[in-house]
């Protein structure tokens, strides 16, 4: 019986303002073997996720493929998804009334989360091996996720825009600042701030 797998990567995940605040990466990589998985390496197809995509699965952006920490959803379209030439690449709307996910994004503007990752079901017929080598060829989509871990595939860096580092240090200091209650009520008004200004 499948189960659902976890891989991760490093680099091209980035924090975006304008007028509203994203996350913005890639979440896999095309041709792009990975590290030793135990005994065997990875590389994923284009068009491995082409199916989940045409067929519009559900998906949710997490952190850490925590799934009461989300991001967005493609069920509420706060995530887009698609592919190109190097992978599976998506933008997530991140609700700037949530001080959770601006905190999130705060770390990913300042580097402290600095990875990318996607959760997968194998298909019957999905995989493929040569030597100790697996190629993916059609997967079931789960989620994607901003992540703080060593990657599995290496490719995708964390990069923000020097717009929102002010904002981002500032409630970065909030949510350091002892007393749970006053911390919240004040990382709030400051997410909305951040709101205000990209608008």
Not at 8 to 23: C, F, V
Request: hydrophobic residues 35%.
């Amino acid at each position: 019986m499948s189960k659902i797998e976890q891989r991760t990567i490093s680099k091209e995940l980035r924090a975006t303002q304008g007028d509203k605040p994203s996350l913005v990466g890639y979440a896999a990589l095309f041709n792009s073997p990975s590290k030793d998985l135990g005994g065997f390496t990875e590389v994923i197809s284009p068009g491995a996720f082409t199916r989940a995509l045409v067929s519009e699965q559900q998906v949710s952006c997490l952190y850490n493929h925590d799934g009461n920490r989300i991001l967005g959803t493609t069920k509420n379209g706060t995530l887009k998804l698609s592919t190109d030439s190097k992978g599976l690449r998506f933008e997530c709307r991140v609700n700037a009334n949530d001080p959770e996910a601006m905190a999130i994004h705060a770390r990913v503007v300042r580097g402290d989360a600095d990875a990318c990752s996607f959760a997968f079901l194998v298909v019957p017929g999905g995989e493929s091996w040569t030597g100790n080598q697996r190629v993916l060829t059609d997967v079931d989509l789960h989620d994607v996720s901003v992540l703080s871990v060593s990657p599995a595939y290496e490719g995708t860096s964390v990069n923000a825009r020097a717009e929102v580092r002010e904002h981002a240090t500032k409630l970065a200091r909030v949510l350091a600042m002892p007393g749970d209650w006053k911390r919240r009520e004040r990382a709030a008004q400051i997410a909305q701030h951040i709101a205000k200004d990209g608008k």
